[in-house]
């Protein structure tokens, strides 16, 4: 279990994280969700113990991570699978790390196999493609065989098979009891892996929420509807209820009726619908809404 109370961090006069408050619980995929420069990957940091707060806390069970005697036992993480040494071995380098972690080097083979490096395992990292690197820094996190795993932006620039490796890893990390972290800017891959979300702008909590309600509150559904009669059709719509706005010359865009309902007052009424269609907001889109404030600041901010 993560715990983050009241986590604040200053860099000068910028405050990446403003009195950030969020629990991780094991057993599911948190998505840890925000802009770039929300302050995602300076809360990753506070969490191990490579940044002092200002205020507040980041704990890994119930601990500050500086205070865990063996901590690649307690947290595995991948922060930026670019820090490997390109003319070392995948193997020579997590030996290394086993060895100052004080881990069973047995668990360097082990873990090349779980992530499906067995074969490249004498291969110099430098020759690695970014995905086998991904691969790499992940088999580095789990050489410990942590409860608890944090990734930062872990499918930034991987193809879609090496996408799809993460999040059925990430899946399966959860579905062992194990806590775990992933954080990213996109809205839309982070749903199809994550079974909650902490969502922040500007350092501040926005959203901490499953991800099933997520999309029931803010997903919003609209209906395009193409008729000859719309402005008759509009009127009745909006006596129902629904919100209603044209677009075009023939279109009406509802939001509150769903596909039935206004097939079926439209059917009543006599009126002739030539097309009607159910859109899905996209997730970046309500993401892009739920968060617009704290980009603006952001850009405001990074111009002063
Ligand atoms: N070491 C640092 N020194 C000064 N400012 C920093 C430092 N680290 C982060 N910041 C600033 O803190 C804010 C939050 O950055 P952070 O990297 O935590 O955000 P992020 O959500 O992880 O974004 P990204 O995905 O772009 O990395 C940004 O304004 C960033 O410029």
Redesign the pocket.
Same mark, same amino acid.
């Given at each position: 279990m993560i715990e983050v109370t009241e986590l604040t *961090?200053r860099?000068?006069r !910028? %405050?990446? !994280?403003d009195g950030l408050t969020f629990t991780v619980r094991p057993g599911r995929v948190t998505g840890f969700l925000?802009?770039? +420069?929300? +302050? *995602? &990957? %300076? %809360?990753?940091?506070a969490i191990l113990g490579l @940044?002092t707060p200002d205020a507040g806390a980041a704990l890994v069970d119930g601990r500050p991570y500086r205070t865990l005697h063996h901590p690649l036992h307690h947290v595995g993480a991948l922060l930026d699978a670019g820090a490997v040494h390109p003319g070392r071995s995948a193997r020579a380098h997590l030996t290394a790390l086993a060895v100052a972690g004080r881990i069973d080097r047995r668990r360097v083979g082990e873990v090349l196999e779980q992530v499906g490096l067995g074969q490249v395992a004498h291969k110099r990292a430098g020759e690695f493609s970014l995905g086998m690197r991904q691969r790499l820094g992940i088999a580095g996190a789990l050489l410990g065989d942590p409860p608890v795993v944090l990734f930062? @932006?872990p499918v930034n620039g991987l193809d879609p098979e090496g996408i799809l490796w993460i999040r059925h890893l990430m899946k399966s990390l959860a579905a062992e009891g194990r806590t775990v972290l992933v &954080?990213s $800017?996109l809205m839309s891959e982070t749903a199809l892996t994550a079974d909650h979300l902490v969502v922040?702008g500007r +350092?501040r909590l926005i959203a901490d929420t499953g991800v099933e309600a997520f999309l029931r509150e803010h997903g919003t559904s609209q209906v395009h509807v193409r008729s000859p009669a719309r402005s008759a059709l509009a009127g009745m719509l909006r006596a129902r209820g629904a919100t209603v706005e044209y677009e075009g010359s023939k279109t009406l865009v509802v939001t509150g009726l769903t596909v039935d309902e206004i097939g079926d007052l439209a059917a009543r009424n006599g009126l002739p619908v030539h097309e009607l269609m159910a859109r899905q907001a996209s997730l970046e889109d309500v993401f892009m809404d739920l968060t617009r404030d704290s980009v603006e600041y952001?850009g405001t $901010?990074?111009g002063n």
């Amino acid at each position: 279990m993560i715990e983050v109370t009241e986590l604040t *961090k200053r860099y000068g006069r !910028v %405050t990446a !994280v403003d009195g950030l408050t969020f629990t991780v619980r094991p057993g599911r995929v948190t998505g840890f969700l925000g802009p770039n +420069g929300s +302050g *995602k &990957s %300076t %809360t990753l940091r506070a969490i191990l113990g490579l @940044e002092t707060p200002d205020a507040g806390a980041a704990l890994v069970d119930g601990r500050p991570y500086r205070t865990l005697h063996h901590p690649l036992h307690h947290v595995g993480a991948l922060l930026d699978a670019g820090a490997v040494h390109p003319g070392r071995s995948a193997r020579a380098h997590l030996t290394a790390l086993a060895v100052a972690g004080r881990i069973d080097r047995r668990r360097v083979g082990e873990v090349l196999e779980q992530v499906g490096l067995g074969q490249v395992a004498h291969k110099r990292a430098g020759e690695f493609s970014l995905g086998m690197r991904q691969r790499l820094g992940i088999a580095g996190a789990l050489l410990g065989d942590p409860p608890v795993v944090l990734f930062d @932006e872990p499918v930034n620039g991987l193809d879609p098979e090496g996408i799809l490796w993460i999040r059925h890893l990430m899946k399966s990390l959860a579905a062992e009891g194990r806590t775990v972290l992933v &954080s990213s $800017h996109l809205m839309s891959e982070t749903a199809l892996t994550a079974d909650h979300l902490v969502v922040i702008g500007r +350092g501040r909590l926005i959203a901490d929420t499953g991800v099933e309600a997520f999309l029931r509150e803010h997903g919003t559904s609209q209906v395009h509807v193409r008729s000859p009669a719309r402005s008759a059709l509009a009127g009745m719509l909006r006596a129902r209820g629904a919100t209603v706005e044209y677009e075009g010359s023939k279109t009406l865009v509802v939001t509150g009726l769903t596909v039935d309902e206004i097939g079926d007052l439209a059917a009543r009424n006599g009126l002739p619908v030539h097309e009607l269609m159910a859109r899905q907001a996209s997730l970046e889109d309500v993401f892009m809404d739920l968060t617009r404030d704290s980009v603006e600041y952001q850009g405001t $901010h990074d111009g002063n």
